[in-house]
């Protein structure tokens, strides 16, 4: 009787030694479905390429409350070929769209700057809309040393 | 809400010019308590048009991930001189406005 029980035990250490990479994978993918429909929302389903955005981030952010970017398309910015919007998403940010950007005609060039705040380490998504209905991409990840939403200011 | 625009004052026709904004604001994202423990409500700039003599050019859609005293910078073609009038609005319904002056020549 006893060794039935030490041989339980023995097989529910081992089912939760697999379990719990199991169950982390399940968290990830969880968040790759989420993403998944952010961008779906964006892009109406239409594929999304990854190229012609660069988004520059710095590798290492001090700060989480305050992360400098810049994202550039690769685009002439004619009437005949212009893109239509640049969306930010920062996946692992408790509100992840972080902010859409919208070119009119007389918008020079297919690039802003701006300053975010990054909810911890994370790959940040860029996405660009184009005039012929394209979407395109780029994904920078970021180790942020303190994250905002933890100190108060 | 005081912002500083920066445009440049002259421009050549054609040219690409660079517009930053920034804004005085706390951009609050709703996830903060203040002294007391009460939460301090989500209030954020959600919306900076630009217009360039009236039709506008540049448009920014933001949420609470944009850093405090939104900074933007975008580029416009310089066409003819006039005004460039930037609108925002804020959660809690507070708008400002900005206009600065552009000499194009040629």
């Not at chain 1, 860029?126 to 395109?136: M, Q, R, T």
């Amino acid at each position: 009787m006893k060794s039935f029980f030490k041989r339980r035990l023995v097989l529910a250490r081992l089912a939760a030694l697999f379990a719990l990479p199991l169950l982390t994978l399940r968290r990830a993918h969880a968040q790759s479905e989420a993403l998944d429909a952010m961008v779906a929302k964006i892009t109406g389903g239409a594929p999304l390429r990854s190229g012609r955005v660069k988004l520059e981030i710095p590798v290492l952010a001090d700060n989480g409350n305050s992360v400098s970017l810049r994202v550039a398309v690769d685009s002439p910015m004619t009437p005949a070929s212009y893109v239509k919007s640049i969306h930010l998403i920062a996946p692992k940010n408790p509100r992840p769209n972080v902010a859409a950007f919208f070119f009119g005609v007389g918008a020079g060039r297919a690039q802003i700057s701006t300053r975010i705040r990054l909810s911890g380490s994370q790959g940040v998504l860029a996405i660009a809309a184009l005039s012929d209905g394209s979407f395109w991409s780029a994904t920078a990840e970021v180790a942020v040393t303190v994250s905002a939403c933890w100190d108060a200011s | 809400m005081a912002a500083r625009i920066a445009v440049p004052a002259n421009a050549r026709r054609g040219d690409n010019i660079e517009i930053r904004v920034a804004i005085q604001h706390p951009m609050e994202t709703g996830y903060r308590t203040d002294d007391n423990g009460t939460a301090i409500p989500k209030n954020v700039i959600n919306k900076l048009a630009c217009r360039y003599n009236g039709v506008e050019v540049f448009r920014a859609e933001m949420g609470s991930g944009i850093s405090a005293n939104p900074y933007l910078s975008f580029f416009i073609v310089a066409g003819s001189s006039g005004e460039l009038r930037f609108d925002w609005v804020d959660d809690s319904g507070v708008a400002g406005s900005e206009r600065a002056a552009i000499l194009v020549a040629g």
